[in-house]
């Protein structure tokens, strides 16, 4: 079974930055796509930040050119770069992955999520 672990979520003042990163583990596995949603109290979940398995990026027009997608394959991990940090930026943040595995016959394609992690922008 495949998982997937955020971590680097937590406090930062307006104009700092903070980096997360999302591994995966399990067996027998490639990953896709992968991504990053934020989800805002009262607010429905929404992309922040996709990346695909050949390196093509996108962003929500409110982080476009102040946060970085990147993915290592090798680590099996992507991360967000969280540059110039905003008040509304304040989100509980979701890592996902669509991840194909070995069946008895043949593979699927299943949608992954991270369990979130806390991201608070204060003065």
């Known amino acids: 079974q495949v998982q997937l672990v955020e971590s680097g979520g937590g406090l930062v003042h307006p104009g700092g930055s903070l980096r997360l990163s999302c591994a995966a583990s399990?067996?027998?596995?490639?990953?896709?796509?992968m991504g990053w949603y934020r989800q805002a109290p009262g607010k429905q979940r929404e992309l922040v930040a996709g990346?695909?398995?050949?390196?093509?990026?996108n962003y929500a027009d409110s982080v476009k050119g102040r946060w970085t997608i990147s993915r290592d394959d090798a680590e099996s991990t992507v991360y967000l770069q969280m540059n110039r940090a905003k008040p509304e930026d304040t989100a509980i943040y979701y890592c996902?992955?669509?991840?194909?595995?070995?069946?008895?016959?043949?593979?699927?394609?299943?949608?992954?999520w991270g369990q979130g992690t806390q991201v608070t922008v204060y003065s």
């Open positions: 996902n992955a669509r991840i194909t595995t070995p069946q008895a016959v043949g593979t699927v394609c299943d949608n992954y």
């Open positions: 399990g067996s027998s596995f490639s990953i896709n796509a």
């Open positions: 990346i695909t398995s050949g390196g093509v990026t």
